[in-house]
């Protein structure tokens, strides 16, 4: 019995990864929309956290998410209180679904879910077919489960056992403590049905179960705000307050909240005893736990302020101790509880990928022109100075790079499809590109800067007009394709492609221009000639990368 027990566990919680997993990658796109639409209103959060939360089937998930987001400063604690709350009537979806008697289709889910994503050669149908082969799984778990403990019927100290589940607080103890050792809400309310479905428990003990359950699932949460922001760790707090406060608001009135159940679902009276039990104690649990979640809700949203002023005071600002050393750059978006949804986590990578465009772009606009033949010595000393910010601005870039490589990585773990892994490939190759910029201007053109400072040379006005235009059009077209990036904008990156007719046109005037001077007699035209090919190269090799880049972000883009 505790094998079919255990087994029918494992093959449930299976179950709830697979289905959870193939939900995630079907909505896919539509997980950000919901996500694009919060807003500050408490009610667009409740509604957005249900419906999130009805998507990936897990409060839990959601409750990571959420921290995830205020860690990367996308959300204020505010926004993310109506999402929580929202997040709790969104889990009862799983609990209403098991509570339906269709679990004799278990075997028919599997065979026909395993069948679709098998042979299925798109995506999406794929996705769906892991979706009803993980609800299989699902319900076969629940099968095992109930087959495993019908011989209990009969052995009175596992009755007499059960009995003790008929107080209330022992009742929500071991559910929460249960619920915190598999981190499944979903999990535990599975296990509640059965045993009703048995006629173990009484409806006010199941309802008392499925509270505990809600308290027990804050563990997860909590674990993920574990060594993450002051604003991080408030989110936990208000998921773990609401839900003890809901519950030590309905504990008085679980009779209250049966009867209302008892109400809203369907009755046999032409069935009797255990039987009659297990046929009518689901639905009763399963809407008692809606409308408990529901309820608390109505009840608490109006006082969202209040939870927030109270996480405060729990977590409070801590004081920084005043340090000497120059911060490290740090990632500033990039959370990896997002790697469990891949398309927010991709558009997490790529906002970090704009901040290292925004560093690449900095690098050109301090690199001084190779024209300014400088006359003074303080003007030498700035562009001596404007050459060391580059190289600490580089620095920087190699760090950030090195984050969003690693990160991007590591979602290689998650199930991708096929446009996912693609999009993935994409984000780090704009990574390595934007990083092989930094080091053209690093190692090619300061360095050719510095030998220009150095070297006894005189450049023309007309050599000058034309270098000078060829950089700002470089940098301009950079500037274009990091703000593709960062705002998904084609047209700046189209306007990138279109610059290689105006940067030819100036190069033209540049080898013409060579070519008229070469005869000259001067003993360091070499040199000179020398310097402004190698900076025209450089400048050319900085477009070549910018345009590959800008394509890369148009094809991401088209598929």
Known sequence: MIMGLLGGLALFLYGMDK????????????????????????????????????????????????????SAGLMSLAQATGVIMGANIGTTVTAQIVAFKITKAAYVMVAAGFLTQFIAKADQTKHYGNMLFGLGLIFLGMNVMSDAMSPLRDYQPFIDAM??????????????????????????????????????????SGIALAMGANIGTCVTALLAAIGKSREAKQTASIHILFNIIGVMIWLPLISLLSDWSVA????????????????????????????????????????????VWLA?????????????????????????????????????????????????????????????????QPQRDAAIAALKQIDEIENQVDALHGHILFYLGRLRKEPLSHAQSQRQMALISMTDQLESIADLITNTLIPIMEKSLNADITISNKMRTTLDAMQEKVTHALLDCVNAIRRGDDKRAKQVLHAKRELNALLDKVLAHQAERLVEDDANRLQLFSIEMEWTESLKRVYTVTKRIAKLHLRENEA
Do not use: H, W
């Open 163 to 204: 009995a003790t589940m008929d107080n209330p607080l022992l009742a929500i103890l071991l559910a929460a403590l249960f619920t915190a050792l598999v981190q499944s809400s979903s999990a535990t309310t599975g296990i509640v049905i059965v045993l009703a479905g048995q006629g173990f428990i009484s409806l006010e």
């Open 312 to 376: 405060k005071k729990i977590v409070p600002r801590s004081k920084k101790p005043l340090s000497s050393e120059k911060p490290i750059i740090t990632p500033k978006y990039l959370a990896k509880e997002l790697l469990m949804t891949p398309d927010i986590a991709m558009d997490q990578a790529q906002l970090e990928i704009g901040r290292i465009g925004r560093r690449v772009c900095n690098m050109m606009n301090t690199l001084p022109p190779l024209t300014s033949k400088l006359a003074s």
């Open 264 to 307: 809203l679902s369907p009755a046999y009276p032409q069935l009797t005893g255990v039987d009659r039990l297990g046929a009518e104690l689901p639905r009763q649990i399963a809407n008692a736990n809606t409308l408990f979640n529901v309820l608390n809700t109505l009840v608490m949203l109006p006082f969202a302020g209040g939870f």
């Open 19 to 70: 289905m959870s997993n193939a939900l995630k990658s079907a909505a896919g796109s539509r997980l950000k929309t919901l996500l694009a639409k919060l807003t500050t209103n408490r009610v667009a959060g409740v509604l957005t956290g249900a419906g999130i939360t009805a998507t990936i089937q897990s409060s839990s998930v959601t409750t990571v998410l959420l921290i995830g987001f205020i």
